[in-house]
């Protein structure tokens, strides 16, 4: 079946540095992408999103990167800081009329 | 806090047990979801509620029952469970389904150790 998927399980960086989470995502028809973060003891919370009509989206200190082309979805993290460690997911779904089809996440520690 | 509130947050029950995980949403959103959540795996869709009907049930073992009395509320019911069944239990919501940009908000969760 379709999925979502993370490249990289674990991911450390230092404070300060720019931070960047990948997710290669199967369904081509997927139009609409969630990323969540999830801090220790604590449901995942919604980070950012975007659509298959943008190609980049940028919010306080995060940006989404789409690439429909090879179905690759990136966020970006600038000045990471001590507060950002915590397991990002990825979302996918098809004109929101299939549930949000997570990823396995990425673990992010920041290394003060 | 994201406007949705789990109860409890930690439960620890005993493969005979009867009991029921609770959430309710402060967001005014017409659907609401249970998720679960395990080591190692992705979040696994369970139910799926919206304006108070079941939309969705993802091959979930009848020991695990889902309520939902109105659109803030939704509980778990869960009777007879194995020790595999403890995980994160995480209640959501948003505000429709069929929207574009269904955004779901999510609780703290339940943290469920079956013994």
């Known amino acids: 079946g379709e999925s979502v998927g993370l490249h990289l399980p674990t991911l450390s960086v230092q404070e300060g540095d720019n931070s960047i989470i990948n997710c290669a995502y199967s369904?081509?028809?997927?139009?609409?992408f969630i990323w969540y973060k999830q801090e220790s003891g604590k449901g995942p919370q919604f980070i950012i999103d975007?659509?298959?009509?943008?190609d980049k989206r940028q919010g306080q200190r995060v940006t989404v990167l789409l690439n429909k082309t090879v179905k690759h979805l990136s966020l970006q993290i600038a000045a990471t800081q001590p507060g950002d460690s915590a397991v990002y997911f990825c979302a996918e779904t098809y004109s929101g009329n299939t549930p949000l089809v997570f990823g396995k996440g990425t673990r992010l520690s920041v290394i003060a | 806090e994201t406007g949705v509130t789990q109860t409890p947050r930690h439960l620890v029950m005993g493969m005979t047990n009867k009991k029921s995980l609770k959430c309710e949403q402060h967001?005014?959103?017409?659907?609401m979801y249970w998720y679960k959540q395990s080591a190692k795996k992705p979040l696994e869709l369970m139910f799926v509620?919206?304006?108070?009907?079941?939309?969705e049930n993802n091959s979930v073992p009848s020991r695990f029952s889902p309520e939902c009395p109105n659109s803030s509320h939704l509980f778990l019911h869960l009777h007879t469970l194995q020790p595999e069944d403890s995980a994160l239990y995480l209640c959501?919501?948003?505000?429709?389904?069929?929207?574009?940009?269904?955004?779901?908000?999510f609780g703290a969760g339940t943290r469920l150790s079956v013994l």
């Open positions: 975007i659509r298959s009509n943008m």
């Open positions: 967001l005014g959103h017409n659907a």
């Open positions: 369904n081509s028809a997927s139009d609409y």
């Open positions: 509620y919206s304006l108070e009907e079941r939309v």
């Open positions: 959501a919501s948003s505000q429709d389904l069929g929207l574009a940009q269904n955004i779901q908000y």
